[in-house]
């Protein structure tokens, strides 16, 4: 059974800092996203990262990947409030051949609070 | 219109009464899944459609769940007699496709179900 972990589940930040995000997966994945959710909204897409060593960056918001680690971070640089929302990993699960059909398996949430 | 579609936003119902709640996909996306996020539990898959058929119903939780797709678009998710722990929101998303390289999967605004 596929499972993902997110850690820190709770994180308040200061305007200007930086920190990082992790996430852990428990068996080979076929790729993994990023979303954010902000209170009473719908998840929006942050990120999709593909292969092992991929790296993209949003803004203040940097996504990277280790696949032979199983682990996903997403760093923030510089916080910002508008940047306070819960961040979400989700990964798809390959099957035996070799491709997934996309059905997401979502880690716990981190719920980010920027404050002056 | 331009997003995934959900109704009704909000629903508030009696125990033991069945409730139906619709999605309607972006245009032209053939995937199209239904999720629901509760305090307790976190996002949980429910079930995926590849045009109208369900190749995937594992995360149905009982039997009193079903969910139907037709003409490859809409998707109506039924619950029968609604209980207090099926309080959740529950969010559908669509993808232009299953196993793509990105399939990213873009997020309805959620239906927040209520059981009194």
């Known amino acids: 059974e596929l499972k993902v972990e997110q850690n820190p589940l709770f994180l308040s930040m200061q305007e200007g800092k930086n920190y990082t995000i992790y996430c852990n997966y428990s068996?080979?994945?076929?790729?993994l996203y990023w979303y954010r959710q902000d209170p009473g909204k719908s998840l929006e897409s942050l990120f999709v990262l593909l292969s092992n060593g991929a790296v993209k960056q949003e803004g203040r918001l940097m996504a990277s990947l280790d696949t032979k680690a199983r682990l996903s971070t997403l760093h923030i640089t510089a916080a910002v409030h508008d940047l306070s929302a819960t961040y979400f990993c989700?990964?798809?699960?390959?099957?035996?051949?070799?491709?997934?059909?996309?059905?997401?398996?979502f880690g716990q949430g981190t719920i980010l609070t920027v404050h002056p | 219109g331009a997003g995934v579609s959900q109704s009704p936003s909000n629903k508030v119902t009696e125990k033991g009464k069945d409730v139906e709640l619709r999605c309607d996909p972006i245009?032209?996306?053939?995937?199209l899944y239904w999720y629901r996020q509760s305090l307790g539990q976190g996002l949980e898959f429910l079930i995926y459609?590849?045009?109208?058929?369900?190749?995937?119903k594992s995360g149905l939780p009982s039997d009193r769940f079903s969910a139907e797709r037709t003409g490859g678009s809409v998707s109506t998710l039924t619950i029968q007699r609604t209980q207090q722990e099926d309080s959740a929101v529950y969010l559908c998303?669509?993808?232009?496709?299953?196993?793509?390289?990105?399939?990213?999967?873009?997020f309805g605004a959620g239906t927040r179900l209520s059981v009194l």
């Open positions: 998303a669509s993808s232009f496709t299953s196993g793509g390289a990105k399939n990213i999967q873009y």
């Open positions: 459609f590849q045009g109208n058929s369900a190749p995937d």
């Open positions: 245009s032209g996306h053939t995937a």
């Open positions: 989700a990964v798809t699960l390959a099957n035996a051949g070799g491709t997934s059909y996309g059905k997401l398996t």
């Open positions: 068996t080979t994945s076929d790729r």
